[in-house]
């Protein structure tokens, strides 16, 4: 059977799956470092600390308002160490989110960032969604806390994990989709959060659900700047190649 032939197209979608694994560490190391200390903490927390102190670690980087005011920067670093979620329980919704999150939006997205842009830029994106989203959802808590739509407990509810920055990474994407597929995947990225069960506590949803969105919008605002900046190059490129020609 030929392999070009569309009765050939499952195997070569085995062989592009094949390639992409075996050069996944030359191309994204730095994911791919990620992505194991990742691991690694995960299994350092849920199996190896006990009950009291993982809650006490999980306690401790939670980038709500009050780690925000005492500890800031371990807080946001912290929690981008360490993923809410589930690796073996795959008939919960925790799974769900843990492919999501950390198999679409680190192990695949970040990776493209990453061969695409380069390692620093990479880390730009994922950290600037990381932080930016996490410090403006800070910013809507305090003025939902103000007009009494989120109640005072949101000051030390639990939030950490690399949620935030697996959505951005998720929505910079976007420019590795073909024009077609891009609205699809911006609306994906876009409906995911809002799929859950919690309930509003007010006019807005509640705090992560707002987190997730606005880690959205600014994947989508790094997306938009990096097409600009790359279309302008190719503009200063071709005028360039169009004044050699004529010299």
Do not use: K
């Amino acid at each position: 059977m030929n392999a070009r032939s569309p009765q050939g197209l499952p195997a070569r979608l085995l062989l592009a799956v094949l390639r992409a694994v075996r050069t996944y560490p030359r191309r994204s190391p730095l994911t791919l470092c990620y992505v194991g200390l990742l691991v690694l903490g995960h299994v350092w927390v849920e199996n190896l600390l006990s009950t009291d102190r993982a809650d006490a670690l999980r306690g401790y980087i939670s980038t709500n308002l009050d780690n925000l005011h005492d500890h800031p920067v371990t807080a946001l670093f912290g929690s981008a160490l360490l993923f809410d979620g589930t690796l073996t329980d795959i008939a919960s919704t925790g799974f769900g989110g843990t492919l999501i999150t950390l198999g679409l939006g680190i192990c695949c997205c970040l990776s493209w960032a990453e061969r695409r842009y380069g390692g620093l830029r990479a880390a730009a994106v994922l950290l600037g969604g990381h932080i930016g989203a996490t410090l403006i959802t800070a910013v809507v808590i305090l003025i939902a806390l103000r007009h009494g739509w989120y109640p005072d407990s949101v000051r030390q509810d639990s939030d950490y994990g690399i949620s935030y920055g697996a959505q951005t990474s998720l929505a910079f994407a976007t420019l590795a989709l073909p024009r077609w597929a891009r609205l699809p995947w911006a609306a994906f990225v876009l409906a995911w959060p809002l799929s859950g069960d919690g309930e509003w506590p007010g006019p807005l949803p509640d705090f992560t659900t707002v987190g997730h969105l606005l880690s959205a919008g600014l994947g989508f605002a790094l997306a938009g700047t990096a097409a600009l900046l790359a279309a302008r190059r190719r503009r200063t490129e071709a005028a360039l190649a169009t004044a050699d020609a004529h010299t």
